[in-house]
């Protein structure tokens, strides 16, 4: 089995530990391939960002030709996962939901601990969209830039005091709001006595559950295929 992860910004760095974080979920028969736009925020903390985001995944999916089972979008609340879905014929998971998803078999309500304030909305919309935003408690932010978190010691600091403000506000289970905090369930999720989901791993897990099944996304209806037009795609920026 092979699955895509896409970065959300161009930062490849930040895909190489992603990549890392989805190997450590993966089956031992499933390769895992990461994907970095050529274009596009070296960030996403924003609705802009999050538009320029979406746009330069789509094309980078749009231009990936090596063969592949299922798509892992690494975006925290990033917008896209729509779009994915009409442009590809194989399941595409969006860690943002899939992180929801499984954090609402663990406990009554969950929080997600993200990262700048102002993803919050951005990051609640999605979860409304996906049919999960009722059972969030809270969406608490770090004050961290998603690319601060590469300080070990200060985003652990930063997402415990966070993760007591989502406690408070009543989440028994905790989701980690950014695909950048990936390996942190590992180091805190006893410190804090409560679950903590990494939706990277989260939908690796769930794309390697829809492969196996067989299942791909429906056809009926929303996610039917885009209509035939001529549609121009941006040319990849010079590397």
């Not at 802009?48 to 299922?70: G, I, K, M």
Request: hydrophobic share 40%; charged share 25%.
């Amino acid at each position: 089995m092979r699955i895509v992860v896409t970065n959300c910004n161009t930062t490849r760095a930040m895909t190489d530990e992603i990549v890392r974080g989805a190997r450590a979920a993966a089956g031992a028969d499933t390769t895992v391939i990461g994907l970095t736009p050529t274009w596009g925020p070296e960030s996403a903390e924003g609705w802009l960002d999050s538009h320029l985001s979406a746009a330069a995944v789509l094309e980078a999916l749009h231009r990936y030709q090596e063969p592949y089972d299922a798509v892992v979008m690494a975006g925290f609340g990033e917008h896209g996962r729509e779009g994915a879905r009409e442009l590809l014929d194989v399941p595409v998971v969006d860690i943002t939901e899939a992180a929801a998803h499984l954090a609402c078999l663990l406990g009554r309500r969950y929080g997600v601990v993200t990262t700048l304030d102002r993803t919050r909305g951005q990051i609640e919309d999605s979860l409304h969209t996906a049919g999960v935003a009722a059972h969030c408690a809270a969406v608490v932010g770090t004050g961290l830039g998603v690319l601060d978190l590469g300080d070990e010691e200060r985003t652990t600091r930063a997402f415990l005091a966070a993760a007591e403000r989502a406690r408070d506000a009543g989440a028994e289970v905790l989701v980690l709001g950014c695909a950048g905090m990936t390996g942190l369930q590992r180091t805190l999720g006893d410190r804090l006595g409560m679950p903590v989901v990494d939706g990277v791993a989260a939908a690796v897990k769930l794309a390697e559950s829809l492969v196996a099944l067989r299942l791909r996304t429906s056809r009926a209806g929303s996610y039917d295929r885009p209509r035939p037009k001529r549609r121009t795609w941006p040319s990849p920026a010079p590397r």
